[in-house]
């Protein structure tokens, strides 16, 4: 059986990459990546925030090919129902769907103000009003998962699609110094100490500069 493929763009500046990539680690699935050149339309789709349902990332397994980070999600827990990337009780699984579901179409304004970049970082970066209701907005959903179930991830003892979901906005919260509370803090570090994380964060920063910020992000 050939090993599943993952086709993601770049590591640095590739939120929703990072948001399947993270999920088919969290899965355990085996699999290969392929990464697209920073002249890929579709590598400049995902970068210029046009939709969060793109064809990067997409997996293939099995002889099935998935593209849409969210369904990718849920194949992933169809075929590897023990990791745990939903939660087993239908209430708490509920909830992870719901707020899975608002990261992949909502948090607009955050996705502009506030683009994936993780090898930079800007202290004291001066946040608009419209993305700090949105900052507000993932810092209450935070608190509120953590507090329903446990933590310390958002589901309770391990990551799952919830925490792969909101991942890379760690990452932009560490990148534009946006003060958060203890709890939220230690969340995101715990979240950065993941060895998939670190392994991910290793990786872009080593990433060749190819890419003009100006172009993937802005």
């Not at 506030?114 to 419209?130: C, D, E, G, T």
């Not at 919260?173 to 230690?186: E, R, W």
């Amino acid at each position: 059986m050939a090993k599943a493929q993952l086709t993601i763009s770049s590591k640095n500046y590739g939120a929703w990459a990072l948001r399947g990539w993270l999920m088919c680690r969290f899965a355990g699935l085996d699999f290969t990546e392929h990464v697209i050149p920073p002249d890929d339309p579709a590598m400049k789709a995902e970068m210029l925030l046009l939709s969060s349902s793109m064809l990067v990332p997409s997996l293939q397994h099995n002889g099935i090919k998935v593209w849409d980070t969210l369904a990718i999600g849920e194949y992933l827990h169809e075929v590897k129902p023990r990791a745990g990337l939903l939660p087993a009780d239908q209430k708490a699984r509920a909830h992870c769907r719901a707020i899975c579901g608002e990261m992949h179409s909502g948090f607009s304004a955050l996705r502009s103000a506030l683009p994936m970049n993780i090898k930079a970082h800007f202290p004291h970066f001066k946040v608009w009003s419209r993305a700090l209701a949105d900052i507000e907005r993932v810092v209450a959903i935070w608190k509120e998962c953590l507090v329903a179930h446990g933590g310390p991830f958002l589901f309770g003892k391990t990551p799952c699609l919830a925490d792969a979901m909101y991942a890379p906005v760690v990452t932009r919260f560490l990148t534009y110094d946006v003060p958060l509370d203890p709890v939220c803090a230690a969340y995101c570090d715990r979240v950065m100490a993941l060895p998939a994380m670190v392994e991910w964060v290793t990786a872009a920063r080593e990433e060749p500069e190819e890419i003009d910020e100006l172009d993937a992000e802005f």
